[in-house]
């Protein structure tokens, strides 16, 4: 009799047990039903948000066609003002890839044929009929000094232009036929705004600076094959010098620091090379020996050192991102998951992970021990560049739709999406405190953004500086590591300093024969490197007066 109460304990308590695990199973079921909707409604929110882009950007070239069709209907009326109108708005198409001229031979003129070439001008990232940005980038027609006489291999072929909108088109037509008393009185309306900006500050018009003959002795300083020139209307604060020229036999399309200012490494066709930054000395060339087509052209297009000097990642033509060991000179891993080139790649400070930006449109966090993808993040158009912020916590990429956009690493939420460019984004980077962002773009500007802090209730997002005074594309910026100078260089083949706190240029750095495709100042300061289309990388040196 004991024996069977005992038996009916534990039937009890095992029927008490099963029941309380089915409640728990029935529990986690309903738990794992809720997580896989909201999951599933949060997918379906991200799509809609991409649906939204693109339909916002098919809207937004509908109306521009619309005006440029009312433009060109303007131009053809028969009235004062069309010639004028046709002259402001018209844009010169972008000449192919061509070596640089020869000395003092003058640049080609806007209306020159450009068919001989075609050939030779680089893919696109995929539109068709799309215009290639840098086949105009690398003809050497800079408007400060002539090159000298070279003959160049063929370019590289960096993503292209979206299809460019005549300048004037950001502007309303010219009302002709309204009464010329009304033209008048539109004019008086914007001086007010003028007024407000304390002129000993910040002058009318950016400077822009002169060609280097009509620069007084004591505004520039120059040498056998560089020169500086300096800003008059601002008090003289720093000054550059050359420290090594790094040659090389293509172009070079990206420079970079390593974390400890030692060393730069640099991209050109097929290899990536590691010089002594104190020497200049070459200390590493890495080449991907397993490529198949040994004869045809494989420009590294972006190149990052990670955190602990270990290791170079490299980009490349071939949609494939390499992990160098720099000691064994040997390929760690390879990444796989773009469809397009890799133009952009960032280490984050903690060494854990990757970004790249493709032409594919697509910017991917990579892990750096297991080599997959841990975060896609897709916009509508191809992706030029991305910085990883200081603290690892955002990435910003810049697109050829003309737009800055900021995501949360970890989840990956838009955070910030900046508007304000005229062209496309082809560089972006974090200043040292994660707050603000710089940016650079084809609209020949640079621009300055604050974003959120967490720790007050600014709104982000705002651009509170637009610095002006290059002649052609800005095609990279950085800034120094004690966020003081905006770098920029671009396809004036200039490299501007400029003072982040009021926007205006220091001075002018002109040291390339061809573009300024690379700028990277030292993570120390005091040095910067830049690579241009003439086949050469140069360290400076920059330092207070």
Excluded at 408 to 431: C, I, Q
Excluded at 438 to 465: A, M, Q, Y
Aim: hydrophobic content about 30%; aromatic content about 8%.
């Amino acid at each position: 009799m004991h024996v069977n109460e005992l038996l009916d304990l534990v039937k009890r308590e095992f029927d008490s047990v099963t029941s309380e695990a089915s409640n728990f199973r029935s529990h986690k079921d309903e738990f794992d039903r809720k997580f896989n909707q909201q999951s599933t409604e949060m997918q379906q929110i991200r799509q809609t948000v991409i649906d939204l882009e693109k339909e916002h950007r098919r809207m937004k070239e509908k109306y521009e066609e619309e005006i440029s069709r009312l433009k060109r209907e303007l131009e053809q009326a028969p009235s004062g003002g069309a010639g004028a109108a046709a002259s402001a708005g018209a844009a010169a198409p972008l000449p192919g890839v061509v070596p640089p001229p020869g000395a003092g031979a003058p640049p080609p003129p806007a209306g020159a044929n450009t068919a001989a070439v075609a050939g030779d001008q680089p893919p696109s990232l995929g539109r068709p009929g799309g215009n290639n940005v840098f086949g105009g980038i690398m003809t050497g027609q800079g408007q400060l000094q002539q090159p000298v006489q070279q003959s160049y291999p063929q370019q590289p072929p960096p993503p292209p232009q979206q299809q460019q909108q005549p300048p004037a088109l950001s502007q309303p037509p010219p009302q002709s036929q309204a009464p010329p008393q009304q033209q008048q009185l539109a004019p008086p309306q914007q001086p007010p705004s003028q007024q407000q900006q304390p002129p000993q500050q910040f002058p009318k018009e950016p400077y822009v600076f002169p060609e280097v003959d009509k620069i007084p002795p004591e505004l520039k300083k120059e040498h056998e094959d560089w020169y500086v020139a300096y800003n008059p209307q601002t008090n003289r604060r720093i000054d550059v010098d050359l420290l090594h020229t790094l040659e090389h036999n293509s172009v070079v399309c990206c420079v970079r620091f390593s974390a400890d200012g030692k060393y730069v490494a640099t991209g050109c066709n097929r290899s990536a090379q590691i010089y002594d930054v104190g020497t200049g000395q070459l200390i590493a060339k890495l080449e991907d020996e397993s490529v198949n087509d040994k004869e045809g052209d494989l420009y590294i297009r972006a190149v990052c050192f990670s955190p602990d000097g270990q290791y170079l990642v490299t980009g490349a033509e071939d949609k494939l991102i390499r992990v160098w060991d720099i000691k064994t000179r040997q390929i760690r891993h390879f990444f796989r998951g773009h469809d397009q080139d890799i133009y952009s790649l960032d280490f984050s400070r903690n060494g854990r992970h990757i970004a790249s930006g493709s032409g594919d449109r697509n910017v991917i966090l990579w892990d750096m021990e297991t080599g997959e993808s841990v975060l896609t993040l897709s916009i509508t158009d191809g992706v030029t560049t991305v910085a990883i912020s200081p603290d690892g916590r955002y990435v910003a990429a810049g697109s050829l739709d003309k737009t800055v956009r900021v995501w949360d690493a970890s989840t990956g939420f838009l955070v910030e999406r900046l508007e304000g460019h005229g062209d496309s984004v082809y560089s972006v980077a974090f200043t040292n405190d994660g707050n603000e962002l710089v940016s650079g773009s084809l609209d020949k500007t640079i621009k300055l953004w604050e974003l959120k802090n967490g720790s007050n209730n600014k709104k982000g997002g705002v651009c509170i500086r637009t610095f002006e005074g290059h002649r052609d594309f800005v095609l990279s910026v950085a800034t120094t590591p004690d966020s003081q100078w905006v770098l920029s260089g671009s396809k004036d083949r200039g490299v501007q300093f400029w003072d982040k706190a009021n926007g205006q240029a220091q001075l002018v750095l002109q040291g390339h024969k061809n573009s300024v495709i690379s700028v990277a100042p030292g993570p120390v300061g005091g040095v910067f490197v830049t690579g241009s289309g003439d086949c050469r990388a140069r360290i400076w040196r920059y330092y207070n007066l």
